[in-house]
């Protein structure tokens, strides 16, 4: 699978945006999904992710009731929700495919991840 992020910018704090992965290639509903963030000089780390059937989330504690995630198989779409965003969310977004079976948890780490997206800037001015 092939991953595209869009839906980046600058955005005031207290704003919203959201972010789009567009895929393609065969099987994007065996895939779960997930998005990452790094930040100038940190490590990319894990924000969301949601199962293959779209029935289980996970977040990060940071986004935890500011951010959703969603997909879209019909359309090979996976979207992030971000409201409530702070100069802490300022960071290149990332959407990641992992291959997986039906119960397969989501996984936070990168190394579980098989496709990446080439990432999208989300700039949050205080």
């Known amino acids: 699978v092939q991953l595209q992020a869009s839906g980046g910018g600058v955005v005031q704090a207290g704003g919203s945006l959201r972010l789009s992965c567009a895929a393609s290639?065969?099987?994007?509903?065996?895939?779960?999904m997930g998005w990452f963030r790094q930040a100038p000089g940190k490590e990319r780390e894990f924000v969301a992710g949601?199962?293959?059937?779209?029935?289980?989330?996970s977040y990060a504690e940071s986004v935890k009731g500011r951010f959703t995630i969603s997909r879209d198989d019909d359309k090979k779409m996976v979207y992030l929700q971000m409201n409530s965003l702070d100069a802490e969310d300022t960071a290149v977004y990332y959407c990641?495919?992992?291959?997986?079976?039906?119960?397969?948890?989501?996984?936070?780490?990168?190394?579980?991840?098989?496709?990446w997206g080439q990432g999208t800037q989300v700039t949050v001015s205080s």
């Open positions: 990641a495919a992992d291959w997986a079976i039906v119960s397969a948890p989501i996984y936070s780490t990168t190394d579980q991840y098989d496709a």
């Open positions: 949601i199962s293959r059937s779209g029935a289980r989330t």
């Open positions: 290639g065969r099987n994007f509903s065996r895939y779960n």
